[in-house]
């Protein structure tokens, strides 16, 4: 990356590290957690299926009705604190996001998922979604393929465990929105 290139970014240091992260192992990205660089694993097959799943189901409904934009794990938010971070699957509200940025979107998301792949520690996952919530998400759901749950994170209550015929819904944030979680498994 050249000095000028650099310096059109948010974060010169942040690229560059990615640069290199990304030499040695491409499937891999980078986050930043707490002030610190974080190395995040790639999705194996059925974790990076659900997401699509679960990215196609948001998005058929969101656009529908013009309610704001679904990205996937390409995208990141930039959180007031600095903290990079880009969920598997995020949802943002056109009231908060009213035009998407050619960088990342310094913007916290209403509902993100985060997909458990085979290539993750569950205590990683975890420290993840508690701060997601501590960012000020609305809404965290921690999906893990290999128990078929997901847990339903939301600032100051108890997380909701939804399986086997159980169905997903936001009323809060997507009022009338749902699927039935078994339906979207790989």
Known sequence: MT????SNLDDALYW???EVIQRQHPAYDVEIHNGEYVIVAPHDLA??????NIASELNQWVRARKLGRV?????????????LIAPDVSYVSYERLPKVPKTFARVI???????????????????KIALL?????DVVVYVDPHNRTYEVHRADRE?????GGDRFEVPEILPGFGFAIDELWP
Do not use: H, M, W, Y
């Open 133 to 137: 919530v501590a960012e000020g998400v």
């Open 71 to 83: 990205f996937d794990s390409n995208a990141g938010f930039i959180f007031p604190d600095g903290d």
């Open 47 to 52: 974790s990076a299926n659900l997401a699509i």
């Open 16 to 18: 560059e590290f990615v």
């Open 3 to 6: 000095a000028a290139e650099a």
């Open 109 to 127: 998301p209403e509902l993100v998922f985060e997909i458990r792949s085979g290539k993750q520690r569950t205590k990683a996952c975890r420290a």
């Open 159 to 163: 997380p909701v465990l939804l399986a």
